[in-house]
């Protein structure tokens, strides 16, 4: 199997004679080139091609999976010639364990229901890419590095065995890994003897130095020297630098607040269950005014991955 980023670009080995039966003895071959080849002499459509080749790939890897003595080795090299057809990787293994007879595939991803799930680098933007329904969105946000998928599939209000299906197919598209629980430390109750036998002078010292310090630290959190600057003077329009709908994203954009709390602000957009939240930047009077700013932005201010844009937004932080 020949892959590139997240997508099978070519497959190569023994097909059981399921490629012959659609697109005639041709012999053998990379899969994708003989459904190329098929489709050039009107043999199959390109869709009746894509079809074929996508069902027998997900039958021959569901019996790879399932396999007890199967092994896989990677070797890193230039993939096949190219010839229009791709299959994604994350959807087929989606389609697969959510498909007929998919829970067997749930013990191959998620051998251990009870370690915690952990998401992994751009986990939202690529659940985003799956297109899953509001239902299977809702599982997969339960997922937040502190529970196991027994934790979340077992009181699910959408099923125990639906539940483990998609966290068993997150886990196998590599969107989370299995990770183990650590042991909570207990924290000591009693002083120790030293700390208890401080004199009551040096413990004066230390309770002064520490609201002295504390007093520091919200000075420079506060910063009440500093002028207080909205960009752009005023008006309905802003530029939308950070965006998320789930709840550990939301988190995220207040955290960012922060970094510019007058020019900074969330907003929500959407309605009902499709209602999702931007960190905007700046108040202009007129969309041309924001849409010059969107080069000179601070440094800093776009999430990385997210394309600025031009909104217009009525109303304040929620």
């Known amino acids: 199997m020949h892959v590139s980023g997240l997508q099978i670009v070519g497959v190569e080995g023994d097909d059981n004679g399921q490629l012959a039966a659609a697109f005639g003895p041709a012999g053998s071959g990379e899969w994708f080139a003989r459904a190329a080849a098929a489709v050039a002499v009107g043999q199959a459509s390109q869709a009746e091609a894509n079809a074929v080749v996508k069902r027998v790939v997900a039958e021959r890897l569901r019996e790879f999976l399932l396999a007890p003595d199967a092994q896989a080795s990677f070797e890193s090299g230039l993939p096949p010639e190219g010839h229009g057809l791709t299959i994604s990787y994350p959807h087929l ?21 009870s370690l915690l799930l952990r998401r992994l680098p751009e986990f939202p933007k690529r659940v985003g890419a799956l297109g899953l329904t ?16 027994q934790e979340i599939s077992d009181p699910s209000p959408h099923g125990r ?83 998320g709908c789930q709840p550990a994203e939301l988190e995220r954009l207040y955290r960012r607040l922060e970094q510019d709390k007058e020019n900074l602000r969330v907003v929500p957009f959407g309605q009902g269950d499709a209602q999702c939240y931007r960190l905007i930047w700046g108040r202009f009077p007129s969309k041309e005014e924001a849409d010059e700013t969107i080069s000179h932005l601070p440094a800093g201010t776009v999430a990385r991955g997210f394309p600025p844009h031009v909104v217009r937004v009525e109303g304040s932080t929620p």
Request: charged share 20%; net charge neutral.
């Open 161 to 243: 065995e639906l539940a483990l299906r998609l966290l068993a197919a997150a886990a196998g598209t590599g969107l989370v890994e299995s990770v183990d629980r650590i042991t909570e430390v207990p924290l000591a109750t009693t002083l120790p003897p030293r700390l208890a036998a401080v004199p009551r002078r040096r413990t004066w010292l230390m309770v002064l130095l520490l609201l002295t310090g504390l007093a520091v630290a919200m000075l420079l959190i506060v910063r009440p020297w500093r002028s207080s600057k909205v960009m752009g003077g005023g008006g309905p329009w802003a530029v939308a630098v950070d965006g």
């Open 134 to 149: 509001e239902e299977a969105m809702a599982i997969l946000a339960k997922i937040n590095d502190q529970r196991s998928a």
């Open 93 to 113: 293994v989606v389609e697969m364990v959510l498909g007929n007879d998919g829970d067997r595939l749930v013990d191959v991803f998620l051998p251990e229901p």
